[in-house]
């Protein structure tokens, strides 16, 4: 018996000892560096560098957990009554920052658009605070969604909405699991529910199952396997696991970051299909279907909720990289350009028209080529400028 | 307490490890303990559940052998009082709200009454197991029985709450707990628990995200021909992967005590033909389907095909029933049996053309049919209205159109598992042969157990549900 207890014990040792090995040494970001050197990528692509959290100017968790940061974005506005308030909606364009080929690093991490608008502000003296609310590949039905925590909640609503509007923006769709933590929240949860009426429209859907997923969760944590259990206290299992996890969170650090091992596989995934696929981020593309549709029922609904609850709604076409072309016919463009300047006139919504701002020389490179969306140094400071200057147009 | 969560995992290896050193005698009673305590993880309100209908099948066993003038009696009665238990708690609201639409139909609406119930969990897993017994007991395959025995037969914390739904004749002789620990059946546990959270968090919740939006009832109505069969594929490998992993951790877990379970699954989308896909898809329903209602029903009519091809679809209605209270589920039973009726025929008709039955392209046209077929059904299995099925079966079979609609990760993710699971027994047989049994003590098996917790914790979720949980 003591033998193969023996064998046991030193065989989860040693299972133990590679998995701390392989969490530690990160194998697929060294993957992937490989698979790079492979394909002869140009050693100054991909500066993607690291940006500032702030979070009294942005939401930080970047959809993972908003209520949380709107709750201290509450206690942050509260400190400048009076102050006009501007939320800044968009995708990573918003939050990253990858360095053209002239643009050196720098050990301090990069500000980005909303940061300069901000410090414009601060240092004009005029009294208006900004919030970048972003998140990658962040969908029409997430801002709505977002946009109805703010509007319901005095303390953090806000006075005007900048919505970024881009190509690839439409084909972005529903709601990450982050994000239904706002339900946790009464007066959201009851705002949402409203908007969920079954039939009513292809978000109100997105909305319905998002609550649902909620309920059901909820109803599992709170309720148990039946009815019986109904109203009584959380059960067991739920408690323990929540322990260990929070235990484990803080005391391991390697732990923590399992996370990260998943975005490494995703981006071997990534090359795989860059390198032998050639379907790149920047490949032109057309847009159809139920993404489509329930992106321009979202951005509708947006518009609806600013106006009953006094939200001036400002809408910009996000800057395009001159080299890169995201529509795959002329049909595919000028049916976005088209739509988005029949919902600025029917909607009374002001559009900016930002895709040219930031030229040629602006933008970096991503590993398959030009970089297609996010801004380098420049293009963010660039961008920050023609907003400051819009939203004095617009009196803010 | 999820398989795949961490309390379960780092609760699990002491508990086994307190297993091995209790003595024997002590073993049945512990496990019934964490068994329960395992139940009671999900709310200890309903632990009197599995144990009730213990009682009153016990009592019935009793009665049924007590009195063998009255064994149909107690028979029948204790599937009734099972059944009834069933009824009420996952059935109870379906028939309700459909016999409120029917008196609404002949003008007679009124409010509907039915309290929403959470679903007790595992109920249609342990139910079954408890007829199973009360058949078994009345066949003479059980002698003697104990209620403790009954007990630890169904309350067994590895296929507890969703399979695999075991024999008595097969677990119960194990749960004496007499074997002698085994390095080998023990490293190949860990083989399947590992594995099995693999499965989970990698290959079945890659796709969940996608098919939740997929299948939302308006976006359904948009998805072009390309979208719909693709939302089909991914769900059926979503549910695949997602109930394989749960077997495989169970089957796992029973072989860290030295118990083996039945396969519940081998690789079904290798099916030639629609019996063939049953004969590989939850196992253990398939044959407690084929032995305590096919057989029985087929051998009172056998000389009639008419009477086996209804059985055949009154017999799969019935599963999909068992899986969900929703005409989606009755649906999805009901085109296989209508597959497994179409076969018959088939069967039947190149009976006499022996040119046909064995010709080449014939295996392949059913091979192809089969996979088509089976992915047909997951979509009434899957979908939330009638509404739903027509517009996306509707896309997929006639209104054609072959743009696509969902970003290009989508169609390659659903790819790459389609690849993965066509692979599947080449590449099982190939880790058999790398990791035979003998090697546990060597250093190849742990350097694949740390990559399946590497993977696992790399694609960990909070919240990503066992779809069989809500059946």
């Not at chain 2, 379970?261 to 329903?285: G, I, K, Q, V």
């Not at chain 2, 010709?359 to 997951?378: H, I, N, Q």
Request: charged content about 15%; overall charge positive; glycine content about 8%.
């Amino acid at each position: 018996m003591k033998k193969p207890l023996l064998g046991v014990a030193a065989a989860l040792a040693q299972t133990v000892l590679v998995l701390g090995l392989l969490l530690w040494v990160r194998p697929l970001a060294a993957v992937n560096a490989l698979i790079d050197r492979a394909f002869r990528v140009p050693g100054k692509a991909s500066k993607l560098v690291p940006t500032r959290r702030n979070p009294d100017l942005h939401e930080t968790s970047f959809g993972d957990n908003p209520l949380a940061s709107f709750r201290h974005l509450a206690a942050t506005w509260a400190k400048h009554p009076g102050a006009k308030r501007v939320v800044f909606a968009g995708n990573s364009q918003l939050q990253f920052v990858t360095l053209a080929d002239d643009e050196p690093w720098t050990d301090q991490p990069e500000p980005t658009a909303v940061d300069w608008v901000a410090e414009r502000y601060a240092a004009s003296g005029r009294p208006v605070v900004c919030y970048r609310l972003s998140a990658g590949a962040l969908s029409y039905t997430e801002a709505l969604w977002s946009l109805l925590y703010l509007v319901n909640h005095p303390e953090v609503k806000p006075d005007a909405l900048v919505l970024q509007a881009n190509y690839q923006g439409f084909w972005n769709s529903g709601l990450r699991s982050g994000m239904l933590t706002l339900l946790d929240d009464p007066a959201f949860a009851a705002a949402a529910a409203h908007l969920a009426q079954p039939g009513s429209s292809l978000f109100a859907e997105a909305f319905e199952q998002a609550i649902q997923k909620h309920a059901a969760e909820q109803d599992r944590r709170t309720k148990g396997p039946g009815p019986a259990a109904a109203g009584t206290t959380l059960p067991a299992g739920h408690h323990l696991e929540t322990r260990l996890r929070e235990a484990l969170d803080a005391n391991f650090p390697l732990f923590r970051q399992r996370g990260e091992h998943k975005v490494d596989l995703l981006n071997t995934l990534y090359r795989g299909r860059i390198y032998l696929l050639g379907l790149r981020a920047s490949s032109a593309r057309s847009i159809s279907g139920p993404r489509l549709d329930r992106s321009r029922a979202s951005l509708e609904a947006i518009a609806a909720v600013c106006r009953a609850n006094g939200v001036r709604m400002m809408i910009y076409d996000a800057p395009l990289n001159p080299r890169v072309s995201l529509f795959k016919t002329a049909a595919d463009r000028s049916g976005y350009v088209d739509y988005l300047a029949r919902f600025s006139r029917e909607r009374q919504v002001p559009l900016f028209d930002l895709s040219a701002i930031v030229p040629e020389r602006f933008w970096g490179r991503l590993l398959d080529g030009p970089e297609p969306l996010h801004l380098s140094r420049a293009g963010h400071k660039q961008l920050a400028s023609v907003l400051f200057e819009k939203l004095g147009e617009q009196g803010f | 307490m999820e398989f795949n969560s961490y309390s379960y995992l780092l609760a699990l290896f002491p508990a086994i490890a307190i297993f091995w050193a209790l003595p024997v005698p002590a073993r049945r009673w512990y496990v019934l303990a964490l068994s329960l305590a395992f139940y009671a993880s999900w709310g200890v309100e309903l632990v009197w559940l599995p144990l009730a209908i213990c009682g009153g099948v016990f009592w019935c066993a009793r009665r049924l052998a007590a009195e063998p003038d009255h064994e149909r009696r107690w028979l029948w009665g204790g599937i009734a009082f099972v059944l009834g238990v069933l009824g009420y708690f996952k059935y109870r609201g379906f028939a309700l709200d459909n016999l409120v639409g029917l008196l609404a139909r002949f003008g007679h609406a009124q409010p509907a009454t039915a309290v929403s119930f959470a679903l007790p969990l595992g109920i249609s897993f342990y139910s079954f197991e408890a007829i199973s017994f009360l058949i078994d007991t009345r066949q003479g395959r059980v002698k003697n029985p104990r209620f403790w025995d009954l007990a630890l037969f169904v309350l067994y914390w590895p296929h507890l709450v969703a399979g695999p739904i075991v024999r008595v004749r097969e677990l119960v002789p194990q749960l004496t707990f007499s074997k002698k620990f085994d390095l080998q059946v023990f490293a190949t546990g860990l083989d399947r628990l590992l594995w099995g959270l693999v499965q989970k968090n990698v290959l079945s919740n890659s796709l969940g995200g996608w098919v939740d939006e997929g299948f939302l009832p308006r976006s359904a109505h948009l998805n072009t021909t390309i979208d719909n069969w693709a939302m089909a594929v991914a769900f059926g490998l979503q549910i695949y992967f997602d109930f394989a992993s749960y077997s495989n951790m169970a089957i796992g877990t029973a072989r860290l005590m030295g118990v083996t379970l039945p396969e519940n699954f081998r690789h079904p989308y290798h099916a030639a033909s629609p019996p063939d896909f049953w004969a590989r898809w939850h196992m253990t329903l398939s044959r407690w389907i084929r032995d305590y209602l096919f057989f029985p029903l087929n051998a009172r009519y056998q000389a009639a095909p008419g009477a086996l091809y209804a059985s055949l679809l009154g017999i799969m209605a019935l599963a999909g029933l068992w899986h969900g209270a929703g005409w989606g589920f009755i649906v999805w039973g009901l085109l296989h049996g209508l597959w497994l009726v179409l076969y018959r025929i088939w069967e039947s008709w190149a009976e006499r053309r022996p040119g046909w039955k064995n010709a080449v392209w014939a295996g392949v046209l059913w091979r192809v049919l089969t996979l088509a077929m089976v992915v047909t059904a997951w979509v009434p299995f899957r979908a939330s209205s009638a509404d739903q099925v027509l517009a996306m079966l509707g896309s997929m079979y006639i209104n054609w159109n072959f743009s696509v609609s969902y970003p290009v990760n989508f169609f390659l993710i659903t790819a790459m598992v389609t690849v993965y699971a066509a692979l599947e027994p080449l590449l099982a047989g190939w880790t058999e042969r790398l990791l035979p049994p003998a090697s546990s003590h060597i250093l190849v098996r742990p350097l694949a157990w740390a990559a399946c917790l590497f993977l696992f914790l790399a694609f960990d979720e909070r919240g990503a549900k066992f779809i069989y949980f809500q059946f």
